[in-house]
């Protein structure tokens, strides 16, 4: 199925560990992004990638590094995990000056 | 503040009702509107989406945008059990694709 296909779903660490979540996309889309998903705090921008090669900082971009490996792939990279990182995180695409983001089913992330 | 404002909820109605949901925004550059609908463990799916003021219909779903008063809303009509989800507001920033969302109204519809 076309779509957003994050790896993996769930995932436990121990503080300090590190870890990369992966996120391909089979559109076609120039642009992807990474949100985290807190309760009461929606959808917060991490990094975003307006084309293969490029990648810019969001809303809260500390303590996560990004990769933009080809036109399909979209990597993020915790170097040493917090507590505070306990969250799930969305990868999504999108065509250029669409509206719609087309997302992955997420990856659930404790930090312990 | 924040740039996007959704009250959380939860909203509970009974099935039939027609529900609600609203987000105010701060800036008045924004243009481009959209609700996402998000099923429990699910990804968010774009629900619908509007330029600048007035409204637009998608069968039991209207969206509804007042840039006068920076006011956003979604209504939905012979609410449906199917319908309980949790309901997202997104505006864009600038000139890119970037959305800045709310933080999403929890709905649910009981039979």
């Known amino acids: 199925n076309a779509g957003v296909t994050q790896t993996p779903k769930f995932q436990v660490l121990k503080t300090g560990q590190s870890m990369t979540l992966q996120c391909a996309q089979d559109?076609?889309?120039?642009?992807m992004y990474w949100y985290r998903q807190d309760p009461g705090m929606g959808l917060r921008l991490i990094y975003y990638s307006a084309s293969e090669g490029t990648t810019d900082k969001g809303e809260v971009p500390n303590g996560y590094n990004v990769s933009r490996l080809n036109k399909r792939e979209f990597s993020l990279r915790l170097e040493s995990a917090a507590p505070s990182q306990t969250s799930v995180y969305f990868c999504?695409?999108?065509?250029?000056?669409?509206?719609?983001?087309?997302f992955g089913s997420g990856t659930r992330l404790t930090v312990v | 503040q924040k740039e996007v404002e959704q009250d959380p909820g939860p909203l509970s109605v009974p099935e039939g009702a027609i529900v609600s949901l609203n987000c105010t925004y701060s800036n008045s550059a924004f243009q481009y509107f959209m609700w996402y609908r998000q099923y429990s463990r699910k990804g968010p799916e774009l629900l619908m989406y509007?330029?600048?003021?007035g409204n637009k219909e998608d069968g039991r779903f209207t969206a509804q945008v007042d840039k006068s008063s920076k006011y956003i809303s979604l209504f939905i009509r012979d609410s449906q059990p199917s319908d309980s989800a949790t309901y997202l507001c997104a505006t864009r920033s600038g000139g890119y694709n970037k959305l800045i969302f709310g933080a999403g109204t929890r709905l649910a519809v009981h039979p």
């Open positions: 999504a695409s999108s065509e250029d000056g669409g509206y719609g983001y087309t």
């Open positions: 509007t330029y600048s003021s």
């Open positions: 559109m076609n889309h120039n642009s």
